[in-house]
């Protein structure tokens, strides 16, 4: 029997595969800590100043220009996302809004109550905050970037630009600088319209189903990061179904406990590694006797 380098390989990952998957647990459950804080962002109200985009970068320490450059409409007549230099970005979706106004979205991590990227990071360098944060810690990171491929929402970037030192960039919810001193996030103090609502995430939850239950000729019936993906702690309301301003339709299940049913399933009682290298000792036994 001849075995070359891409067949060693692929009966390596589907044996590995095969005997990770058989320890998946196949019921999916969750819960909410309601009690964790949160964000609330009524599109609705939005005018598309992006002054949460000044805001987040000066409070980062990340590039900014003048204000009033941001008044500047012109850069969002192309769709954006985050990038290893913008946390957050606003989006513009003409005639989507109500009485045929545009519709602008704000764009930046969804800190997800079970979130895919810290179940998928190997290292913690991502964690839960009990608080309601996804966290990111920069000491920890060894550069995988596992966690941009978990992620629903596409939303960590990496500074491939960065030669020495990279890092992961994504929203924070300014958790050290602000939260942990009794301060809003910089984005949702700098809102001129107040489109954003900070709090205890089961107040901005009532709040947002209030708003839809008082002006249903306003809102659709949907509470966007209520349910996704487990529940997020940012959450949207808004005049035009979600799917058409390319926030994505995704299930209510926790796609973070497929990873770790996992990646616990490989590295219990470390039988993961040795059992990895036991199939790597026993494909190379056999490339070995058909090259003699």
């Known amino acids: 029997m001849t075995i070359n380098r891409k067949d060693f390989l692929r009966t390596v990952g589907v044996l590995t595969g095969a005997a990770s998957i058989s320890t998946l647990n196949a019921s999916i459950q969750h819960n909410v800590d309601l009690d964790r804080l949160g964000v609330l962002s009524d599109l609705t109200l939005c005018i598309g100043c992006r002054k949460c985009e000044f805001a987040c970068n000066k409070s980062h320490g990340l590039p900014y220009e003048s204000i009033d450059k941001y008044d500047d409409p012109s850069i969002m007549e192309n769709f954006r996302r985050p990038t290893s230099t913008q946390h957050t970005v606003v989006n513009r979706y003409p005639e989507k809004g109500n009485n045929g106004l545009p519709l602008d979205v704000k ?8 979130p895919a990227c810290a179940s998928a990071c190997i290292v913690g360098a991502l964690q839960k905050d009990p608080k309601g944060p996804v966290t990111y810690d920069a000491a920890k990171c060894i550069g995988c970037r596992y966690c941009m491929v978990a992620c ?11 030669a020495l030192t990279p890092i992961l960039m994504k929203c924070d919810l300014c958790y050290d600088q602000n939260i942990k001193n009794g301060q809003l996030p910089s984005c949702v103090a700098m809102c001129p319209r107040e489109v954003m609502v900070f709090g205890q ?33 940012w959450m949207y309301i808004s005049s035009e179904p979600f799917e058409n301003i390319d926030l994505p ?3 209510y299940e926790c796609p ?3 990873t770790e ?7 219990k009682g470390f039988s993961g590694p040795i059992l990895l290298f036991g199939l790597l000792g ?3 036994k056999l490339y070995r006797k058909d090259e003699e």
């Open 152 to 162: 629903p929402f596409q939303v960590p970037q990496y500074q491939y630009d960065n």
């Open 282 to 284: 026993l494909a190379m």
């Open 107 to 114: 764009v930046q991590c969804m800190h997800c109550e079970h």
């Open 249 to 251: 339709t995704l299930s």
């Open 261 to 267: 049913n996992i990646q616990h399933g490989i590295f």
């Open 201 to 233: 995430r089961k107040d901005v939850l009532a709040l947002a189903h209030e708003r839809i239950r008082t002006h249903p000729d306003r809102y659709i019936d949907h509470v966007y990061g209520e349910n996704e993906v487990g529940g997020t702690s």
């Open 256 to 258: 973070s406990h497929l």
